[in-house]
């Protein structure tokens, strides 16, 4: 079986606001492979082909499974773990990680048709860019050409939330204690009011952000090898006890943590997710 061999490149200038990163991935094995990802709180438009066609045979998930996977398509939040079951052969898939805001700052769109859900290319404008992207033949040609149609949407000046926004900071930099009851102290603003506009830009509730945020970040804890016990890492979390620990990290990644801590699976996580082979 090939390696996956990841890039993860910044984006660049006035990009920063809404684009977390360019994530590729390459692969030159002959071998179908299946792989499973983690919910990471992070939208994203993806481009993925072998040879001009779809690379992704399907995609399953517990609401039901996707077939006909266009080569270029865009997603919203994903509250659930995936499989996703490549055809044989080698394939690059480019994706672009969005920031959690960003699908209504650059699309303008109702985020919350996209939640558990993608569009392909040809459902929102975008079939000129996936020519473009068949056509180039490096990263170098794929970043700038997603680049220079992510400027020109940033151009279309789509008003910005920058109270959701704010509390995305402040999720991001205390995920260890954060509450929406703490968000909303620190916003000045009513709970209602609150999970209304952050489900308008974000797509699922605060509550259900942060849930998905913490496993994240209980798994990447466990893999730095920083805390000697499970235990510790939920203590550190502040979860309520590590029955509830455990139970939200099994969900989320179908493993359990003592799995994850011993890489008993193939796991690849970086900044952005979480996801290991089959």
């Known amino acids: 079986m090939g390696i996956i061999d990841f890039t993860v490149l910044p984006p660049v200038g006035t990009l920063c606001n809404d684009v977390d990163s360019f994530r590729i991935a390459r692969y030159g094995g002959e071998e179908a492979l299946s792989i499973k990802v983690c919910p990471h709180g992070f939208p994203g438009i993806v481009f993925q082909q072998n040879n001009g066609q779809s690379a992704i045979k399907d995609i399953n998930t517990k609401s039901g499974r996707v077939i006909d996977i266009p080569t270029l398509y865009i997603h919203g939040q994903v509250k659930e773990l995936a499989i996703m079951n490549f055809k044989q052969g080698p394939f690059v898939t480019i994706q672009v990680v969005l920031k959690p805001h960003a699908l209504r700052t650059l699309f303008g769109m109702d985020v919350s048709t996209l939640t558990n859900n993608s569009f392909g290319f ?139 801590s011993q890489k008993v699976n193939s796991f690849h996580h970086d900044h952005i997710s979480s996801s290991y082979l089959v």
């Open 122 to 260: 040809a459902e929102i404008g975008m079939e000129d860019l996936n020519r473009q992207l068949l056509d180039a033949k490096d990263n170098k040609h794929y970043i700038k050409l997603l680049t220079d149609f992510l400027m020109e949407k940033q151009s279309q000046g789509y008003p910005r939330d920058t109270l959701v926004e704010q509390s995305l900071c402040l999720i991001n930099k205390n995920i260890s204690f954060v509450t929406v009851k703490y968000l909303i102290e620190q916003l000045h603003i009513s709970e209602r009011q609150f999970e209304k506009r952050f489900v308008q830009c974000v797509g699922i509730t605060p509550q259900a952000f942060i849930r998905i945020k913490r496993v994240n970040e209980a798994i990447k804890l466990m893999d730095t090898d920083r805390y000697e016990r499970l235990s510790d890492i939920a203590r550190a979390l502040n979860y309520y006890d590590q029955s509830h620990f455990i139970r939200d990290i099994k969900e989320f990644s179908g493993i359990t943590p003592k799995s994850i």
